[in-house]
């Protein structure tokens, strides 16, 4: 009888570090939103580090630039994959920018600092270059974007942060240009005033 205790104990334990093991099958944690490190490890203590040679994958946008509202589609091309963040951010910048919609199927959105602002994998299905996600832009120009992305091929091998081509912006208000349209407006308004003296 206490040789079956102790087996059943030792069967509890094992369990409970399954969930540790099996990682984030069902979405990234709100804790990737910053880094989109996927925080996988084996067994709860070891961490699984991502990949440092280059990467198969590469993040493609619809356009090289955008509108305010626009609606571009994204796609990760580079064969199969299971797990992945996906965002639009100024360079340099941690925040994620405009909206998703329109998800592709084991796809889900992930509420980083925003509704919508963030895509994360549903499961652990199979994505692939027909996955297509939408992005829709802020309604005023924030300036130049790039869609950044980590991919998980599987549960120990992926990369952290790919990159697309900027993406640049454009259209109506005073966008990333506010600087230049002040110094205008100040050199008309003194040529104007105290010019004519």
Same mark, same amino acid.
């Given at each position: 009888?206490?040789?079956?205790?102790?087996? /059943?104990?030792? +069967?509890?334990?094992?369990?409970? +570090?399954?969930?540790?093991?099996?990682? !984030?099958?069902?979405?990234?944690?709100?804790?990737?939103?910053? +880094?989109?490190?996927?925080? +996988?490890?084996?067994?709860?203590?070891? @961490?699984?580090?991502?990949?440092?040679?280059?990467?198969?994958?590469?993040?493609? &946008?619809?356009?090289?630039?955008?509108? @305010?509202?626009?609606?571009?589609?994204?796609?990760?091309?580079?064969?199969?994959?299971?797990?992945?963040?996906?965002?639009?951010?100024?360079?340099?910048?941690?925040?994620?920018?405009?909206?998703?919609? #329109? /998800? @592709?199927?084991?796809?889900?959105?992930?509420?980083?600092?925003?509704?919508?602002?963030?895509?994360?994998?549903? #499961?652990?299905?199979?994505?692939?270059?027909?996955?297509?996600?939408?992005?829709? *832009?802020?309604?005023?120009?924030?300036?130049?974007?790039? !869609?950044?992305?980590?991919?998980?091929?599987?549960?120990?091998? !992926?990369?952290?942060? /790919?990159? &697309?081509?900027?993406?640049?912006?454009?259209? *109506?208000?005073?966008?990333?240009?506010?600087? *230049?349209?002040?110094? *205008?407006?100040?050199?008309?308004?003194?040529?104007? !005033?105290?010019?004519?003296?």
């Amino acid at each position: 009888m206490r040789r079956t205790y102790g087996t /059943l104990l030792l +069967h509890l334990a094992l369990l409970c +570090h399954v969930p540790c093991v099996l990682g !984030f099958g069902s979405g990234a944690p709100v804790t990737a939103c910053v +880094h989109m490190t996927p925080g +996988h490890n084996y067994g709860g203590t070891s @961490p699984v580090d991502p990949q440092t040679d280059p990467s198969p994958f590469t993040v493609s &946008s619809s356009s090289t630039t955008y509108e @305010p509202g626009q609606a571009l589609t994204v796609t990760i091309e580079g064969g199969d994959y299971q797990g992945i963040i996906l965002q639009a951010r100024q360079p340099d910048d941690t925040t994620p920018i405009g909206t998703w919609s #329109n /998800l @592709p199927d084991n796809t889900k959105l992930l509420e980083c600092t925003s509704a919508g602002d963030s895509v994360t994998h549903a #499961n652990k299905d199979l994505k692939d270059d027909s996955s297509v996600y939408l992005w829709t *832009a802020p309604s005023s120009n924030v300036g130049d974007i790039e !869609f950044v992305a980590t991919v998980a091929q599987n549960y120990s091998v !992926f990369w952290v942060q /790919l990159t &697309s081509p900027q993406i640049t912006g454009s259209g *109506a208000g005073l966008g990333v240009y506010p600087n *230049a349209f002040l110094l *205008a407006l100040v050199s008309t308004i003194y040529f104007i !005033f105290l010019g004519n003296n």
